[in-house]
T-cell receptor, first 110, second 116 residues
Framework: KQEVTQIPAALSVPEGENLVLNCSFT??????LQWFRQDPGKGLTSLLL?????REQTSGRLNASLDKSSGRSTLYIAASQPGDSATYLC?????????FGSGTRLSIRP | GAVVSQHPSRVICKSGTSVKIECRSL??????MFWYRQFPKKSLMLMAT?????????EQGVEKDKFLINHASLTLSTLTVTSAHPEDSSFYIC????????????FGPGTRLLVL
């Protein structure tokens, strides 16, 4: 049974810092891994999707990596801004379903 | 990218009433849709997989008589919370799988249900 874990559960950093969010999963047989952003009371915003055959994806200040063999993914945010404050969820797609991590609540201090 | 809509975005109802939530894929046909539930400050939990033209597959612990799912067409799935109780208050999100050959799921904006 796939389990997805995100560490840390919460993170607070000053504006401008680079930071890394971690996601680990127990079953390496995945189709893809996706990082989402969720603002309070809102739905999901897809940030980056990494196919199982890929190692990383980049979009602007965001870079996501995937190491299937070790069951890990990281989301790197460069030059953080207060607007980056949100909860970040990783989701792993298996053969039939998507399993979400519990999320990292990120707060960027001005 | 593909768009998935949900209606209503927010609903408040009295205990004992039933509430229907719609999930639509606006610009593609989705043979499979998924329903998720999210409690405050918790992650999304898959409730059921909805296949067009057949019965939904429910995850363990989800009452199928409580949460009725109907995938009436290739662009519409509905979730009906029957005889709602305050503990059913939650954020419900649907997603739709893109056509065969694509592995991406597109997520709706969610519906916040508050049962008084």
């Amino acid at each position: 049974k796939q389990e997805v874990t995100q560490i840390p559960a919460a993170l607070s950093v000053p504006e401008g810092e680079n930071l890394v969010l971690n996601c680990s999963f127990t079953d390496s047989a995945i189709y893809n891994l996706q990082w989402f952003r969720q603002d309070p009371g809102k739905g999901l915003t897809s940030l980056l999707l990494i196919q199982s055959s890929q190692r990383e994806q980049t979009s602007g200040r965001l870079n996501a990596s995937l190491d299937k063999s070790s069951g890990r993914s990281t989301l790197y945010i460069a030059a953080s801004q207060p607007g980056d404050s949100a909860t970040y969820l990783c989701a792993v797609r298996g053969a039939s379903k998507i399993i979400f991590g519990s999320g990292t609540r990120l707060s960027i201090r001005p | 990218g593909a768009v998935v809509s949900q209606h209503p975005s927010r609903v408040i109802c009295k205990s004992g009433t039933s509430v229907k939530i719609e999930c639509r894929s606006l610009d593609f046909q989705a043979t499979t849709m998924f329903w998720y539930r999210q409690f405050p400050k918790k992650s999304l939990m898959l409730m059921a997989t909805s296949n067009e033209g057949s019965k939904a597959t429910y995850e363990q612990g989800v009452e199928k008589d409580k949460f009725l799912i109907n995938h009436a067409s290739l662009t519409l799935s509905t979730l009906t919370v029957t005889s709602a109780h305050p503990e059913d208050s939650s954020f419900y999100i649907c997603s739709a799988r893109a056509p065969v050959g694509q592995e991406t799921q597109y997520f709706g904006p969610g519906t916040r249900l508050l049962v008084l």
